[in-house]
């Protein structure tokens, strides 16, 4: 196992710092391997983001992003390779323990959720959301009423940030797309992610919401630190947003670097670009 950066060669030994001293790479991923029967959706990837790097992942379909995610989130297990999210050894860990480690992935809304109301939603992403416990409801009713106040005031400012304060009461299905999205979004910053993985913004969002979510993103970044992976096809946003692009092609890292980097790139032109654009 190496330590070499995303997408540099196996012999280049090249270690990245962040600045601080200590501080470490939001996620490392080092030789990422999954396989579907015969075919290797992702093949010995290696990704390392830095704390408030903006990663655009693009791609032809099929390209293996989604698995790549599936593999960051704790959603599928790797047949090889490792992890670590900030510094913690996080290889086959499931999603709630990433989670406690500061990386979330946007969940599309589970059906059952659309009846509740949006704060409700935001509410139930908190691990050990109060009242969870019947023991605690039981035996500490006083803690248990402080942490529901404290969980739901925290509910609150994070619809604030993401613009739906005037949703709040408003049933989950009743929300638009964008809407879904940046509700998708207040869940992940309720459980405290210091790293979002975020799929698909722009998939069927009228404009002036992607325009919504895309600011966001970029508040978040400026004013919290935050950091993002983004899947998007939308070429436009990836230029936006991302401080840097990696491109993936049949399961591997094709190119990465600045968005005019890998658009001048003629083998990302040919394999995705060329099309996308
Ligand atoms: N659960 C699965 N079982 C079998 N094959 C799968 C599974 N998930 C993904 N694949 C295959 O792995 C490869 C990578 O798929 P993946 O969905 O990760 O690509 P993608 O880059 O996200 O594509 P898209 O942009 O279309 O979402 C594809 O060939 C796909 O058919």
Do not use: W
Not at 165 to 173: C, D, V
């Amino acid at each position: 196992m190496t330590d070499r950066p995303t997408g540099t060669p196996p012999g280049d030994r090249a270690v990245r710092t962040y600045g601080e001293p200590g501080l470490h790479p939001r996620i490392e991923a080092r030789g990422l391997t999954k396989r579907f029967g015969g075919a290797t959706a992702v093949d010995d990837v290696y990704l390392t983001v830095g704390p408030g790097e903006v990663v655009g992942l693009i791609g032809p379909n099929g390209a293996g992003k989604t698995t790549l995610f599936n593999l960051l989130s704790g959603a599928l297990k790797p047949d090889s390779g490792e992890l670590n999210v900030n510094g913690v050894r996080a290889t086959r860990l499931p999603p709630h323990r990433l989670a406690k480690l500061g990386l979330t992935r946007t969940f599309q809304l589970a059906r059952e959720l659309d009846r509740l109301t949006t704060l409700e939603n935001v509410l139930l992403a908190a691990p050990n959301h109060p009242g969870e416990t019947l023991r605690g409801a039981f035996f500490e009713p006083r803690a248990t009423r402080r942490a529901e106040v404290e969980a739901t005031v925290k509910a609150r400012e994070i619809l604030e940030i993401v613009g739906l304060s005037a949703k709040e009461a408003t049933l989950a299905g009743h929300l638009s797309g964008g809407q879904k999205k940046l509700l998708e979004l207040a869940r992940c910053l309720m459980v405290d992610a210091d790293t979002i993985l975020l799929d698909e913004i722009a998939a069927g969002v009228a404009p002036h919401l992607v325009e919504e979510i895309a600011a966001l993103v970029e508040r978040l970044n400026r004013e919290h630190g935050t950091t993002f992976v983004i899947i998007e096809h939308n070429v436009g946003i990836i230029r936006r947003l991302s401080s840097r692009v990696v491109v993936m092609a049949r399961g591997a890292v094709l190119a990465e670097g600045s968005f005019a980097d890998v658009a001048s790139n003629p083998d990302v032109v040919s394999s995705y670009l060329g099309q996308a654009a």
